[in-house]
């Protein structure tokens, strides 16, 4: 079908096809009923927020980004201690609709239990962000979609030590405390990255490509040399989609998991062995990405508000 086609099909004018495809500017539900009956979906179709999620083109995705203004919004960084612990408690609640939007597969209810168990012991989750905040506020930023924050990913720049126990399966991310983070570092643990509960104002895959936008950020941000011999990210799977968009960007599963909480730990980096060629290929394109972003962007632009770095309110 053809754009025109579709709006004489849906009673709508061609340039309203062309906003809504774009996803320019919010829909009203009538006109998006109107598309709906003129393709024939039906209303759970219609409803299906992850049916557009940038994470299954990323890194590609992300070219946009280069050619244009690749930069952080000024609402990406937390303003204060209590705009992070805002932060953390949001991406908490959203874990839960992360995991109502993922497909059940034979071991779901082994996501909802450990998801359970963050939950028993959030006073100790909440505090341990708090911590590396302080100690390196880049790790912890917002994604926004125009001047709304929609998202929050959280990436740390670790110790070899750090890195290698939870490579290894031995020990929790919950024990990689602040004390194991650095301001940079060749090895990275893509700690969260979810859409915020509630920020359905912009269009979903708007959201999706902000989160993705942010994480390959701080990918630059917190790396020394991407290119350089012994780059590496591990990653953990907290829910289907999770698993799915790890898989998707470039990262393998290590065949461990991890303990108390059963997450599977995957890795990135174009030197682990027995990857696929489309893993391989996803993984090095992202590194060289990553590269262009650290290379071309200012270095006063890379970093973070004094006033974030205060730790004060």
Known sequence: MTQSQLAEEAELSLRTIQIVEKGRSS???????RIGDALGLTDDQLRDDTSKDAFDSW????SKFIQGDPTLSEHAHCRGLEDARAAVRKMRASWGEHLKRS???ADGDGFAIADQKLDDEYPR???RYLEIWKTNPNCILYSTAGTQRCGVTIVLPVTDRAYDELRQGKCTFMDVEASDVLPESQNLILDSAVEL????AQPWYGVTDSVSFTLFFQMALLSIDPTADGFRMLGFAA???NLKRLCGTGFSPCGVHMPEYGYEICEFSTGVGGQSNETYKRSATATHYVNLFKQFLPKNRLRVPSQAMTGKT
Not at 59 to 62: F, N, T, V
């Open 239 to 241: 829910s289907p989609i």
């Open 103 to 105: 497909e059940s597969p």
């Open 27 to 33: 829909v009203r539900p009538e006109t998006i009923h």
């Open 59 to 62: 890194p590609w995705s992300l």
């Open 197 to 200: 509960h509630g920020s359905h």
């Open 125 to 127: 989750y909440e505090q």
